[in-house]
């Protein structure tokens, strides 16, 4: 019923619903993470035993204490910054570019999802060589304007703007599907009432479209957000398995991976993917509150 | 402003021809009903003239100006659609006061002229919810607030009142009639309800099937159909409609003969079967028998029958028994004969326009 | 499940199945399936099934999976240095048993015959853990073209090429490459100066004033602009293959893709590595073969004898004749048929020549720990102009608490 | 004149993206036809002089790519329709349903989107060992059953569906089953095929997962075989891109042909009020 | 099915009560109409009865039982929305055809029935459409199709015919009322339009406010109003209301003192102001001016001063010039005075149920 209030009835059978879902992520998601949350607490510990000898908070006053770490969040936190809201309004410009024509739509859409369905070796690849600071494409570009070649992938200062640009470029294809579907969702009814409301292009765009496509733009934004702090794979793709020059592109995620991977410190990679987890977190409640706010269902 | 379809075609999915060939001028600062049965291309037409749609052939003028090839926010037209469509994710008084924010108007200005439109319509009192949660009607009027706001110098409204009370029907079709009055805006009312229409209009334009049946004065639509789907469509109760073999001789001494021959069908409105002679309006006298006879409210029916046909008189004066006998007086006004096209070829006041 | 622990029992008809994890991939897979399978025909009592785990980086996380589920194969492929970190966690077999005792241990003409410094890094507090499998070593490069013109001969000592560098740097022609660290050929020199960089012990090395002269020997080169590291390329050997510079200290796993890359009018030749110090050192780079404890005794037997048919003359030249890795004995070498193989691919000669000179790092607890570190200090001279003896003094602090740390 | 110019504007802008976006792909094909010098030459050519088809057959001939190519078909068809199902029950929940604690476990489902995929890859294998699923399509298959991005796209989606439509339903006598299999999933079709086309990607894509949970050849996935042309020596970039031109081909044709459902979408118009 | 509310209240926002402690049966097999203004609560009372809605207090019984918190689907109710609600993917004939897969019926059978429905609100032309290319009218029918195609036992109609032309109404209103009494299904039919209320319906309620003025016949409401609401909602045109005080002593004669205290308004209906004397029933004369006089159609209103109150008569004979003085001769039916509160106390029979 329409003002229904939740009963232990209706909860059952939300639960029935719910139930694939939950059995999988129960098992393969949230066991993992409170196993490792868990793990976070374990000072002296044999992995592949299981065997526990000592317990404490040790693993976050290392983390908090590591230099390397602070980098870590540093890095993470300019990424995040700098990735998402342009990821954001890139995609949907042109979600809303592609949306508009009609001629070679269809060609266009594929072409601008492509990136997303290419190997990811082809584009570390090719992103190598647009950043080459001899040759790459992109110092070629900036010689027209007069700028001084720059070592994109060798200099701790660009490493992080390389990253970020190859990032964006990369989700671009993801959220302009789902922006196009949110477009594509929304009736024209509200343009022709719109457009006899006196309001131009650019007004229908911000009255209409982009009210009615909040939905969708929170979720690009939260999902963007989760991403970006989980970076991982475009680092090791474009730095070679390094962190970049000068650990210029040390984010948390990598930081964790060494660790864990490498340096078979786990109680320690565990307590820094918390404290991710935490970051995270927070971020996303912020988002979901001003969503309340601002997101129109 | 006057507006002139010039040989306007529409077809949406460009096999189905939805609207023939319209030509028509709707003169400046009159407001004009578009009536019409169900789907006969009504809203379609507002459409058109607002420009969301493009004719698939014609022209459409604005005054002398061609206003084919423009879109509708160049036509500066307000309309009241169908369906409302009034913006999910703004408050009442929010999208009144779109418009106003689109023309640029000063956010107090805005306000206080939102506020006196929603007065108006009487959704004042509820100024701060979303369109989700109003009853139909409520959505209805503030969907007319809304296209009153911008001030248009075309109005076009598509069955703005077809949710409302019968009070608040006669109230707001009265203020729409008002403003129009003072403003002068050229309106174009769509409404499936005769008598709004009649109440409402300087002229009507009768639809059918994408074609323009009649476009004419109220008076003239009821006292003149032009052909056989007006005459049915306008009046209540509906006119009676007779073939003609059923009158037998009856007719004879009234209508020439060149035209009794052609006729096909009579129309005869139910108040010209008067059940006592009115002198020198009377045509006609028929004898029928007593079927049925109804009182509502104050109306008074009889249903009688008349050589197999059933005939509806509301000019009963006393009380009727079944199966009774009565003389039935046709009167000269309110009686027509149609040829097998349809066209009246007799009745009504032979000058129509 | 498919791993060899729980197939012990299988009844002495059908043979104990060995399972072996490696990251050889494409020619190499192919090279190595075919010596599994002489292996598997030349008896009955054994089958050993290879599956490639992708690279490196995966195999590692999949032995670190299975080691936690219980899951792990009979042997695998993995770094040497990795061998502390197993034996902490208890997961490896020492080979001892197996390699000096028993009817099937290796004689003594084996031990002499297999390069000492294969022998002494898979050994680990005192205790074999792992036999050598894929290994290369750092070979010089040299552009022909380049030396004629300029009229440089094949240098005896690094000091010869940082001299070329004098003559090379008006063209813009550097005397060195190296790929994106040097951390490699780092190791060599300050060997050569005496000076292991992490000494058995363990001991750290790091910024001593041996470390310290060795490390300033490459960094001042680059600093004057007659040595460069690849950076971006990973690898030098593009660069190479275009002339930038006339010597180039690269793996010996490189000649391949320098083969197939260079243009058929470049002249070039490889050659072991000058000398420092009067003394000659090539790292050797590569993986080992280790046994995990998981394993039936069958298996373990089975597993052992498929290590020495490995570590065979024969099997060893045919290994590294058909990837281009180096034999693992000395007698291999003298095979007729890898000496043909030599002489039809002259590239890879300098491979083996530097064998005899050629050393492993020492492996410890901790010790990817370390080098991350490493190749983070590395780094840092190169992309932040650290000073040099302020990244090595910082290596040194880190390092003695990593070794700290395991302890 | 003025939509005129904003037109050709549109696609001045359009085809510059394009550009960019395209350079990957040419680059692929365009180095999959290329002698293997000719891969590294620098300034990096576009048009090889001589196109190498032959790095097509070379390449297939290095790896069992057939069989890689069923186990992909399979894994990724069960994956991504099984993921489809939980997830459309879940963002049904969601979306629909009024429960106790309904903003909770959105939140922890939303927390587990928050944890990066590089801490689960050990524990998970444990699970999968225990309950004997390792080396068998359902280690490929099972933990990938749930998907939070899918569910929360989802229920964005449901829940813009008009609740009118909802109320219909149930008095034409659907039950809350009905209603999603038989009015809210038509209706978002086009949301569906866009995360349908976004999943089989990534499930077509996935590398690291086949390759540890899987022990041998005929349980690999497509991507496993790209890692042929990667070895100690370097890497075989020619025969690299033309097997990985091939690999994501069947991607390429799915999204083209699934697009036209991604925009169809339904009629415009349709409900009223 | 019989349908009671026992002290229905409801509230949307928890604030604010729409309908206020609701009593009322509806016998089974009957049709009854809800009227009322906008925004009165009749979409409201409809969705408490279909289920959709859960009342915030009181109880729900369908005959016997209860079914308070029972669900939509476990009442089984069909319904038509206000705003039709059509499955936007879903072709005409699959929309009627909905309810019927839902009730698992065969496919064949399914197709049949739909299409003989389709044939019944004429829209068996438009089969293959999706319900954004109908226009107004016909979703609606389409809406209605839906609705009966289930067969239910209780039939919910909001507004079903709002948006038809007048004699497609007429014709969709038979059909309903037919429908009705053969098959003998409980139907509660919400509408604006009296008229349509007074031709359809066995009982009509009547809301305003949350809540319900008066439940009862057709004819009852019009002739014995129980309160100035009802008098003034119901009859067109609209009663004429005038304040005691300008009757100066006019009803004295007519009215017993103690009655004549407590009145504050009297309601005279347009067709009680006769301009002959019609003997017995004539109950009070007063003189008048007319001010205005107006034909359409076949109506012939004037309008006139009665002591600076402006009254309509519907009842005018012969032709009226403006200013002239008119004696009007008040009818004792149509005549009814109501207190402060608005209540009727004098006119009408006295035994009003
Ligand atoms: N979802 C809702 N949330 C809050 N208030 C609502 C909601 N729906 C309706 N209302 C309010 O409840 C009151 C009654 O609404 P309802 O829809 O029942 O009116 P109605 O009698 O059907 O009117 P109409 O003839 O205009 O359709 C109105 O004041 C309306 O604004
Ligand atoms: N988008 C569309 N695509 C195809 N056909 C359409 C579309 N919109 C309307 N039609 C058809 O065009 C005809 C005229 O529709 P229109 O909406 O103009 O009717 P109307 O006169 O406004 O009717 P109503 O009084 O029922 O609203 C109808 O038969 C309708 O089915
Ligand atoms: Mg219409
Ligand atoms: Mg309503």
């Known amino acids: 019923m329409l003002n229904e209030k939740p009963t232990l009835k209706s909860t059952a059978k939300a639960l029935l619903y719910l139930l694939p879902m939950l059995v999988i ?42 230099p390397d770490f602070h980098l870590a969040v540093k890095n993470t936190l300019i990424f995040v910054v700098g990735v998402v809201p342009l990821t954001v309004i890139i995609s949907l410009v042109i979600a809303l570019l592609l949306n508009k024509i009609k001629w070679l739509s269809g060609l266009f859409r594929t072409v601008y999802f492509l990136p997303f369905v290419t190997s990811t070796v082809a584009i570390a690849q090719v992103w190598h060589w647009i950043y080459n600071s001899d040759y790459g494409l992109l110092n070629y570009f900036l010689s027209l304007f007069g700028i001084n070649p720059i070592a994109w992938l060798e200099s701790p200062k660009y490493a992080m703007l390389a990253l970020i640009i190859m990032s964006i470029w990369k989700s671009l294809g993801f959220n302009i599907v789902l922006f196009l579907v949110g477009l594509n969702n929304i009736n024209e009814r509200y343009y022709q009432a719109a457009e006899i409301d006196g309001a131009n292009a650019w007004h229908q765009f911000t009255n209409v479209t982009l009210p009615l496509l909040s939905p969708i733009t929170f979720l690009v934004s939260v999902n963007g957000v989760i991403g970006s702090f989980k970076v991982f794979d475009q680092i090791f793709a474009l730095f070679n398995g390094t962190p970049g020059p000068s650990k210029s592109a040390l984010t948390i995620v990598y930081y964790l991976y060494q660790k864990f991977y490498t340096e078979w410190k786990y109680g320690i990679a565990a307590a820094s993917g918390v404290v991710l987890f935490f970051m995270i977190l927070l971020v996303t409640l912020i988002q979901m509150w001003y969503s309340k706010k601002h997101v129109h269902y | 402003m006057e507006v002139t379809f010039k040989d306007v075609s529409l077809s949406y999915d460009g096999t189905r021809e939805i609207l023939h060939h319209l030509n028509f001028t709707i003169p400046e600062g009159t407001l004009v009903s578009i009536l019409g049965p169900s789907g006969c291309g009504k809203s379609t037409t507002l459409m058109l003239i607002s420009g969301l749609l493009a004719p698939t052939q014609g022209k459409i003028f604005f005054g002398d100006q061609d206003v084919t090839k423009q879109d509708a926010l160049a036509r500066k037209v307000g309309m009241v659609f169908q369906n409302y469509a009034l913006y999910p994710h703004l408050t009442v008084l929010e999208n009144i006061m779109f418009p106003l924010k689109m023309a640029k108007i000063k956010k107090e200005e805005r306000r206080e002229k939102a506020l006196k439109l929603a007065k108006l319509v009487h959704v004042d009192d509820q100024l701060d919810k979303k369109p989700g949660a109003l009853s139909g009607g409520q959505q209805q009027r503030v969907a007319i607030a809304r296209a009153l706001a911008k001030e248009p110098s075309l109005l076009l409204l598509d069955e703005p009142l077809s949710n409302l009370d019968a009070r608040l029907r006669i109230e707001m079709r009265q203020e729409i009639r008002r403003i129009q009055q003072e403003t002068g805006v050229t309106t174009i009312f769509v409404t499936h309800d005769q008598d709004e229409a009649l109440h409402i209009s300087d002229h009507i334009m009768v639809l059918n099937l994408g074609d323009i049946q009649q476009f004419s004065s109220a008076e003239t639509l009821y006292d003149n159909p032009s052909n056989l789907f007006v005459a049915k469509f306008i009046g209540e109760p509906v006119i009676n409609t007779v073939p003609i073999t059923a009158f037998g001789h009856d007719l004879d001494a009234a209508v020439p003969a060149e035209i009794l021959a052609k006729t096909a069908t009579v129309g005869i409105r139910p108040e010209a079967l008067q059940d006592h002679p009115i002198d020198a309006n009377t045509f006609a006298t028929i004898t029928t028998k007593v079927k049925a006879y109804e009182k509502y409210g104050r109306e008074k029916n009889a249903l009688v029958d008349y050589n197999g046909q059933e005939l509806l008189s509301t000019e009963i004066q006393g009380r009727l028994e079944n199966h009774q006998d009565l003389t039935l007086y046709l009167q000269k006004s309110g009686l027509y004969l149609f040829d097998e096209a349809g066209e009246r070829i007799f009745g009504g006041e032979q000058d129509v326009e | ?343 039809e691919k002259p590239y890879n000669k300098a491979a083996v020549d530097s064998l005899p000179d050629g050393f492993q790092s020492t492996a410890f607890k901790g010790f990817s720990e370390y080098r991350t570190r490493l190749l983070e200090a590395v780094d840092a001279m190169l992309t932040k102009n650290e000073d040099v003896k302020k990244a090595l003094d910082n290596l040194q602090d880190q390092t003695e608490t990593i070794i700290k740390d395991n302890k | 004149m003025k939509v005129k110019v904003a037109m050709v504007l549109r696609y001045v802008i359009l085809v510059l993206g394009a550009i960019i976006m395209l350079m990957p792909f040419l680059w692929m094909v365009s180095t999959s036809l290329k002698t293997q010098p000719e891969t590294v030459k620098i300034p990096p050519i576009w048009i090889p002089k001589q196109l190498q088809w032959a790095n097509y057959i070379e390449a297939f001939k290095a790896a069992p790519f057939a069989r890689y190519f069923v186990n992909s ?201």
């Open chain 1, 25 to 66: 992520t129960i098992i393969f998601n949230i066991y993992p993470i409170l196993k490792s949350f868990i793990m976070s607490f374990y000072t002296k510990y044999d992995f592949f035993k299981d065997i526990v000898q000592q317990w404490g908070g040790s693993n976050f006053t290392f983390i908090f204490r590591d």
């Open chain 4, 73 to 273: 078909v399979l894994v990724t068809t069960v994956t991504t329709a099984g993921q489809l199902f939980t997830s459309i029950l879940a963002a049904f929940a969601f979306s629909r349903l009024n429960f106790y604690g309904k903003n909770i476990i959105f939140v922890i489902f939303l927390g587990t989107m928050m944890v990066p995929g590089e801490m689960l890859i050990i524990p998970n294998f444990v699970t999968l060992s225990k309950f004997h699923m390792i080396n068998t399509y359902w280690a490929l298959i099972v933990p990938w059953l749930a998907s939070f991005f899918t569910v929360f796209t989802l229920k964005q989606n449901f829940q813009s569906v008009p609740d009118q439509l909802y109320y219909a339903a149930k008095i034409d006598g659907a039950t809350d089953w009905h209603f999603l299999w038989h009015v809210l999933v038509p209706i978002s079709k086009s949301t569906i095929t866009a995360v349908t086309v976004l999943q089989v990607i990534g499930s077509w894509n996935a590398f690291m997962w086949p390759l540890i949970v899987t022990n041998t050849e005929n349980l690999r996935t497509l991507p496993v075989g790209l890692q042929a042309f990667t070895t100690d020596a370097g890497t075989n970039y020619a025969l690299l891109m033309a097997a990985s031109t091939f690999v994501i081909l069947p991607m390429v044709i799915l999204y083209i042909f699934l697009q036209k459902y991604i925009i169809a979408g339904i009629s415009k118009t349709g409900l009223k009020g």
């Open chain 3, 1 to 343: 499940k498919d791993s060899g622990a729980d197939e012990s029992s299988t009844k002495s008809k059908t043979p104990v199945k060995i399972t072996f994890w490696h990251g050889m991939n494409g020619p190499y897979q192919k090279a190595l399936n075919e010596i599994i399978s002489d292996f598997n025909k030349s008896q009955s009592d054994y089958k050993v099934v290879g599956t490639s785990q992708g690279g490196y980086t995966q195999l590692q996380q999949k032995i670190m999976a299975s080691a936690k589920s219980n899951t792990l194969p009979v042997i695998s492929q993995t770094t040497y240095t990795t061998v502390p970190d197993y034996t902490e966690n208890g997961l490896i077999e020492p080979l001892d048993s197996y390699m000096l005792k028993g009817d099937n241990k290796l004689s003594d003409s084996d031990l002499k015959d297999i390069y000492s410094s294969f022998l002494s890094s898979s050994k680990y507090d005192g205790k074999y853990y792992s036999i050598p499998f894929s290994k290369s070593v750092r070979v010089l490069y040299y552009n022909q073209d380049i030396l004629d013109k300029y009229n440089i001969a094949k240098p005896e000592t690094w000091d010869d090429i940082a001299k070329a560098g004098e003559t090379l740097k008006k063209d813009k022609i550097y005397a060195m490459g190296y790929d994106k660290s040097w951390d490699m050929e780092f190791e060599g020199l300050a060997r050569q100066a005496g000076n292991p960089l992490v000494a058995k012990g363990p001991k750290a090395n790091l910024n001593t004033a041996d470390t310290l002269k060795a490390a300033n020997f490459i960094m001042d080169m680059i600093k004057a602009g007659t040595a460069k590291t690849a950076g971006e390329d990973m690898y030098w050997t593009q660069a190479f293959t275009q002339g930038k510079s006339a010597f180039y200290a690269g793996s010996s796993a490189g000649v391949t893709q320098m083969v197939a890359q260079a243009p058929k009018t470049l002249n070039w030749g490889t050659m072991p590595l000058p000398a420092y110090n009067d003394k000659k050192a090539t790292e050797i780079a590569g993986n080992d073969i280790v046994m995990f404890k998981s394993a039936s005794a069958d298996q373990k037997k089975g597993a052992w004898a498929f290590m020495k048919f490995l570590m065979s003359t024969e099997e060893t030249a045919k290994w590294a004749r058909s990837t281009g890795y180096v034999p693992l004995r000395e007698s291999a070498t003298k095979d007729a048929d890898f000496k043909k193989y030599l002489e």
